[in-house]
């Protein structure tokens, strides 16, 4: 119950990533692949930003 409270803002960010980018994808899958590509690579930025902590 403690990991998954550490970890419940990661977890939820993710999700909501997971929610837009298929949303997208069933609006048209050309722009779903543009948005996954923008998440992927922002979500690249981040991590190389912070990374994880071991």
């Known amino acids: 119950m403690i990991l ?3 970890y419940l ?3 939820l ?3 909501g990533l997971v929610v837009i980018v298929v949303t997208t ?8 692949l543009y948005v996954l590509g ?3 690579f922002g979500l690249g930025v981040f991590f190389a930003r912070h990374p994880p902590r071991k």
């Open 9 to 11: 803002e990661d977890i």
């Open 13 to 15: 960010i993710f999700s």
């Open 4 to 6: 998954i409270l550490k």
């Open 38 to 40: 923008f998440v992927l």
């Open 25 to 32: 994808f069933l609006v048209s899958k050309i722009i779903g």
